[in-house]
């Protein structure tokens, strides 16, 4: 049966096509100059602990990539259950392809470059990123995954969308970008994990777009729910902060003062969406980024 027209005309359907369109493969980043490089800055940067502080960053987005990739599922079954829209599902099967990409990119930069397993990742999963990046997310999750009444599946579809893609990766995950950036391109490290590193983040711009624009539509449906996204990025924000100060090493790679001001600015941004700031936010304006 062909996709009515409702569907093929908005702006999820354009996700969709979009993610087809952008499609790329882990297995295909270079990198070989990776290798070298990180024995390098390993042996030249040993006082300053660069090396602790990008495997600090790496293990964040690895545990985090996974977490994601194992929590997603459930947001495609409340979607059919809540009869939201076809288009819907059809991008968060898209997403859920590209968040095993992702999760696939880092584990593969683990053991080719870094030569580390899990337990090294596991190590810098300390309280305040275990809480939003596994915990909490898995526990959203899979009250989704269970809840059989219509009104409160909704409620808790919003919930869990503030959560992943508002606070995970609108609020945390973005802010890796910067941080990335301002370690690795200002210094020419590591090509190969920039690149992973840009597409990634291409990626994850329309996640974040998908979740501004399922709030903004629920919420302006039902105005009670901009409570439970207001909620939800407060219980969350500390940990959010916290998992940023663990990078305030003595000789910092990343500029904290702005990190943090970038993952408030992403926060005001989503919650924008949801109609709790004084002027409406476009959800496009993530796509590219």
């Known amino acids: 049966m062909p996709i009515a027209a409702q569907h093929t005309g908005s702006a999820y359907y354009a996700l969709w096509r979009k993610a087809k369109q952008l499609a790329w493969d882990p297995a295909a980043i270079d990198l070989s100059a990776d290798r070298a490089q990180w024995a390098a800055i390993r042996r030249d940067h040993a006082d300053k602990q660069y090396d602790e502080q990008i495997l600090?960053?790496?293990?964040l987005f690895y545990e985090g990539e996974?977490?994601?990739t194992r929590t997603l599922s459930p947001f495609c079954s409340a979607v059919?259950?809540?009869?939201?829209?076809i288009d819907k599902e059809m991008f968060l099967t898209a997403q859920l392809y590209e968040e095993a990409k992702h999760f696939e990119f880092f584990a593969r930069y683990f053991t080719e470059v870094f030569e580390a397993d899990g337990a090294v990742t596991a190590s810098f999963l300390t309280p305040a990123p275990r809480a939003v990046l596994?915990?909490?997310?898995?526990?959203v999750t899979e009250r989704l995954r269970r809840e059989d009444d219509p009104e409160a599946l909704r409620a808790t579809f919003v919930e869990a969308v503030t959560h992943y893609m508002g606070v995970v990766e609108a609020m945390l995950a973005r802010t890796g970008y910067v941080g990335a950036h301002d370690a690795l391109a200002t210094r020419g490290f590591l090509p190969g994990l920039q690149e992973g590193f840009r597409?990634?983040?291409r990626d994850e711009g329309r996640h974040v777009a998908f979740g501004m624009r399922c709030v903004a539509e629920l919420t302006m449906?039902?105005?009670?729910y901009r409570e439970i996204v207001a909620a939800t990025f407060e219980r969350h924000l500390p940990n959010v902060l916290a998992t940023i100060g663990e990078f305030d090493y003595p000789h910092p790679i990343v500029d904290l003062g702005k990190?943090?001001?970038f993952a408030l600015a992403?926060?005001?941004?989503f919650a924008g969406a949801a109609g709790l700031g004084d002027e409406p936010v476009d959800p496009r304006t993530f796509e590219d980024e």
């Open 266 to 269: 992403q926060y005001q941004r």
């Open 259 to 261: 990190l943090s001001a």
């Open 66 to 68: 996974e977490s994601v």
């Open 134 to 139: 596994v915990a909490d997310l898995e526990e």
């Open 56 to 59: 600090r960053l790496c293990s």
């Open 80 to 85: 059919s259950r809540a009869g939201l829209g």
């Open 221 to 224: 449906e039902r105005p009670q």
């Open 199 to 201: 597409l990634i983040r």
